[in-house]
């Protein structure tokens, strides 16, 4: 039927011809494009090399013409080869070794790091700590990440440096006494600050727009939250509290450190201040010489040398005794919605950045509020006193529960300051888990759900 052309056989050998052909074609073609692009990865490859070369260089040259300079306008990038106090050998750290001429010492290396002069007089470095093992309380650990979180917030939103120390730097130097040694070595390790600020691990803000008031404070080295009344006429254990502390970076301060330790356990006197303590303070519980009752004698008994150096701040809530300010903290936010309804400005959206710019602007609304006890103000610190929340021993006038869900509230409470430029915030100052999204304009346009 089919004719011979047709046949499947007649058909083989035109058509093996046929696809030799092009599969030499194709094998050539790809041959191309493989060299072709390897050419082209080759010369992509120097072209990338020579590219970051000038890109470096670029930004090199723009980090010599701009300094280096991060968003404060210092140079971090910048140390002379100039010898400074850092390279005495004989200058030592620790707390036992006096420091000599710290203010001329200071004063050159600012003259050498001319970017950190500006506004040296007002820069912070807070310092803080917890011990080196972890807390034989089951939620200490959790507990104080989340209060050194909060201390973290605190310094981010006013650009203050942090150091978090966590291993002893004297070994006889424990538990209270460990800020000392501690708070010396942050002082030569930050002569570009002018002031040093101990926040113990228990205490947090919870007004995270405040700002210290250092001008109240140019004439003192050392502020501490206290009242005259109960150090001189009363004699009082609690007429300070030391777990919190400002002090300047300043050879007055390096001296007074010094003699402040010697009260402590490296003291050749240490057992006979604890009795001496115990004898002029009637109210002071434990035997052992302890950091507080070594600073409030130090007052009562050298008041002509201290105490114009010494500034006892009682007007706020330089640190405040949690019993009495938990209970506040509804009545507090109520009030700072109201002032909200009345102000478009504070009900602005913003950057954290600026939250310094809102804080001044709420100022306003405050004036009446007053400070301290009584105060619908928010408190500054709210320090958990007694509680130990990493090693669970707390005092016995209070439950641990009452200790540990108080500080929830309390770190909730200042959390909801943060989250709120996050666009969030708890509902519920009791349930740390839930946050629910701000709306629009809030207060106006209604709470939180």
Same mark, same amino acid.
């Given at each position: 039927?089919?004719?011979?052309?047709?046949?499947?056989?007649?058909?083989?050998?035109?058509?093996?011809?046929?696809?030799?052909?092009?599969?030499?074609?194709?094998?050539?073609?790809?041959?191309?494009?493989?060299?072709?692009?390897?050419?082209?990865?080759?010369?992509?490859?120097?072209?990338?090399?020579?590219?970051?070369?000038?890109?470096?260089?670029?930004? =090199?040259?723009?980090?010599?013409?701009?300094?280096?300079?991060?968003?404060?306008?210092?140079?971090?990038?910048?140390?002379?080869?100039?010898?400074?106090?850092?390279?005495?050998?004989?200058?030592?750290?620790?707390?036992?070794?006096?420091?000599?001429?710290?203010?001329?010492?200071?004063?050159?290396?600012?003259?050498?790091?001319? /970017?950190?002069?500006?506004?040296?007089?007002?820069?912070?470095?807070?310092?803080?700590?917890?011990?080196?093992?972890?807390?034989?309380?089951?939620?200490?650990?959790?507990?104080?990440?989340?209060?050194?979180?909060?201390?973290?917030?605190?310094?981010?939103?006013?650009?203050?440096?942090?150091?978090?120390?966590?291993?002893?730097?004297?070994?006889?130097?424990?538990?209270?006494?460990?800020?000392?040694?501690?708070?010396?070595?942050?002082?030569?390790?930050?002569?570009?600050?002018?002031?040093?600020?101990?926040?113990?691990?228990?205490?947090?803000?919870?007004?995270?727009?405040?700002?210290?008031?250092?001008?109240?404070?140019?004439?003192?080295?050392?502020?501490?939250?206290?009242?005259?009344?109960?150090?001189?006429?009363?004699?009082?254990?609690?007429?300070?509290?030391?777990?919190?502390?400002?002090?300047?970076?300043?050879?007055?301060?390096?001296?007074?450190?010094?003699?402040?330790?010697?009260?402590?356990?490296?003291?050749?006197?240490?057992?006979?201040?604890?009795?001496?303590?115990?004898?002029?303070?009637?109210?002071?519980?434990?035997?052992?010489?302890?950091?507080? =009752?070594?600073?409030?004698?130090?007052?009562?008994?050298?008041?002509?040398?201290?105490?114009?150096?010494?500034?006892?701040?009682?007007?706020?809530?330089?640190?405040?005794?949690?019993?009495?300010?938990?209970?506040?903290?509804?009545?507090?936010?109520?009030?700072?919605?109201?002032?909200?309804?009345?102000?478009?400005?504070?009900?602005?959206?913003?950057?954290?950045?600026?939250?310094?710019?809102?804080?001044?602007?709420?100022?306003?609304?405050?004036?009446?509020?007053?400070?301290?006890?009584?105060?619908?103000?928010?408190?500054?610190?709210?320090?958990?006193?007694?509680?130990?929340?990493?090693?669970?021993?707390?005092?016995?006038?209070?439950?641990?529960?009452?200790?540990?869900?108080?500080?929830?509230?309390?770190?909730?409470?200042?959390?909801?300051?943060?989250?709120?430029?996050?666009?969030?915030?708890?509902?519920?100052?009791?349930?740390? /888990?839930?946050?629910?999204?701000?709306?629009?304009?809030?207060?106006?346009?209604?709470?939180?759900?």
């Amino acid at each position: 039927m089919f004719s011979q052309d047709y046949s499947p056989f007649s058909m083989a050998k035109p058509s093996t011809r046929h696809k030799s052909s092009l599969s030499d074609g194709c094998i050539f073609l790809a041959g191309a494009f493989v060299a072709l692009l390897l050419v082209w990865s080759v010369s992509t490859f120097f072209t990338s090399i020579r590219s970051f070369d000038t890109l470096s260089e670029s930004n =090199a040259a723009s980090d010599r013409q701009q300094g280096g300079c991060d968003m404060g306008g210092v140079n971090l990038r910048y140390d002379p080869p100039e010898e400074t106090f850092y390279d005495d050998p004989q200058l030592s750290y620790t707390v036992e070794k006096k420091v000599e001429n710290w203010d001329e010492k200071r004063k050159q290396w600012l003259k050498s790091h001319p /970017s950190f002069a500006a506004g040296a007089a007002e820069r912070i470095v807070m310092v803080t700590g917890s011990q080196p093992s972890p807390c034989k309380n089951p939620i200490g650990d959790h507990l104080l990440l989340r209060f050194f979180k909060n201390k973290v917030d605190y310094c981010r939103i006013h650009g203050y440096d942090i150091f978090y120390n966590n291993v002893l730097l004297h070994p006889k130097m424990k538990s209270f006494w460990a800020k000392i040694p501690i708070v010396k070595a942050a002082m030569l390790a930050h002569p570009e600050a002018e002031w040093i600020w101990w926040v113990d691990s228990d205490a947090l803000f919870t007004d995270m727009e405040f700002k210290l008031p250092l001008h109240r404070y140019k004439n003192h080295n050392v502020v501490v939250h206290g009242w005259p009344r109960m150090i001189y006429e009363e004699k009082s254990w609690t007429s300070i509290n030391a777990g919190i502390f400002l002090i300047r970076n300043c050879q007055w301060s390096m001296d007074f450190l010094q003699t402040w330790a010697k009260m402590g356990p490296i003291g050749p006197d240490y057992s006979k201040w604890g009795q001496i303590q115990r004898s002029t303070f009637k109210d002071k519980l434990f035997p052992e010489s302890d950091d507080q =009752a070594a600073l409030i004698y130090l007052l009562y008994k050298e008041k002509e040398k201290y105490y114009d150096n010494i500034y006892l701040e009682g007007v706020f809530y330089f640190e405040g005794y949690w019993v009495e300010i938990l209970p506040t903290y509804d009545n507090i936010t109520e009030k700072y919605i109201e002032i909200e309804q009345r102000s478009r400005t504070l009900r602005r959206r913003h950057a954290e950045k600026v939250s310094e710019f809102y804080g001044a602007e709420k100022e306003q609304y405050l004036k009446d509020a007053g400070n301290g006890r009584w105060s619908w103000r928010r408190p500054f610190i709210t320090h958990f006193t007694g509680c130990q929340p990493c090693s669970g021993d707390h005092n016995q006038m209070y439950s641990g529960e009452t200790c540990w869900s108080g500080m929830v509230k309390a770190l909730n409470f200042a959390d909801n300051q943060v989250l709120r430029k996050y666009g969030f915030v708890h509902p519920n100052l009791r349930d740390s /888990s839930l946050v629910s999204p701000v709306p629009f304009d809030y207060p106006e346009e209604g709470p939180w759900g």
